[in-house]
């Protein structure tokens, strides 16, 4: 299994661009979220989705949309990118059920810088 | 809400002495709790958790964490430090009832292990 994957590892943007931040995981779990890393404030949870076609909000949802249209893919769109954005984006799966259901698998995260 | 506090920014030990790594918690209910660790560049590799039973919790590399559900803690040890033990270490909880496996994160305490 290649686990929980995350492209692009690195990227650059300007203010006021959109991209795609994208994540896959090959372990059929059914629950996927997205965190954001900044200094001194851990993980934060952006957004998250408990199976295909259903997401809800974390804690710091603004400026940041997602879909689920498949278990395997859960992509973090940037509509209008902020220097405030700059951060390190964390995928992670985890199962909804069974012994191993409260571990979440994180990917290798995207460092994004906007200038 | 649920919330943690790493109270140490940073730890320094020498290697072979006890590594001890701070958390407290507060959450609604009972909690499951979580230990992950990052080293540089890299993205977050589970550690052990707290889920109900035996207080002490064993983990991966010889950590292990006591659970103390009076004072609120989740203190991660190691009796005998190692330099790889290098690295940024974050405290996890978790409401059991916490739609979509939601964690909250501590900020970080960044282990520095020298030889």
């Known amino acids: 299994n290649a686990g929980v994957t995350q492209t692009p590892k690195f990227q650059v943007l300007k203010t006021g661009q959109s991209m795609t931040l994208q994540c896959a995981q090959d372990?059929?779990?059914?629950?996927m979220s997205w965190y954001r890393q900044d200094p001194g404030m851990g993980l934060r949870l952006i957004h998250y989705?408990?199976?295909?076609?259903?997401?809800d909000q974390g804690e710091v949802p603004n400026g940041y949309n997602v879909s689920r249209s498949t278990t395997e893919d859960f992509p973090l769109r940037l509509l209008s990118a902020a220097p405030s954005q700059t951060s390190v984006y964390f995928c992670?799966?985890?199962?909804?059920?069974?012994?191993?259901?409260?571990?979440?698998?994180f990917g290798p995260g995207t460092r994004l810088l906007v200038l | 809400a649920q919330s943690v506090a790493q109270p140490e920014d940073q730890v320094n030990v020498a290697e072979g002495n006890p590594l001890t790594v701070k958390c407290t918690y507060s959450?609604?209910?009972?909690?499951?709790l979580f230990w992950y660790v990052q080293y540089p560049n890299r993205g977050l590799q589970f550690l052990l958790k707290?889920?109900?039973?035996?207080?002490l919790v064993k983990g991966s590399y010889g950590f292990e964490a006591e659970f103390n559900k009076s004072q609120t803690s989740f203190h991660l040890k190691k009796p005998s430090a190692l330099v790889s033990d290098s690295a940024l270490y974050f405290c996890?909880?978790?409401?059991?009832?916490?739609?979509?496996?939601?964690?909250?994160f501590g900020g970080g305490t960044r282990v520095l292990v020298k030889p």
């Open positions: 707290y889920i109900t039973g035996d207080n």
């Open positions: 372990m059929n779990h059914e629950y």
């Open positions: 992670a799966s985890s199962y909804s059920g069974g012994p191993h259901q409260e571990t979440q698998y």
């Open positions: 996890a909880v978790r409401a059991i009832k916490a739609a979509g496996n939601k964690l909250t």
């Open positions: 959450v609604s209910g009972n909690p499951y």
């Open positions: 989705s408990v199976g295909a076609g259903i997401t």
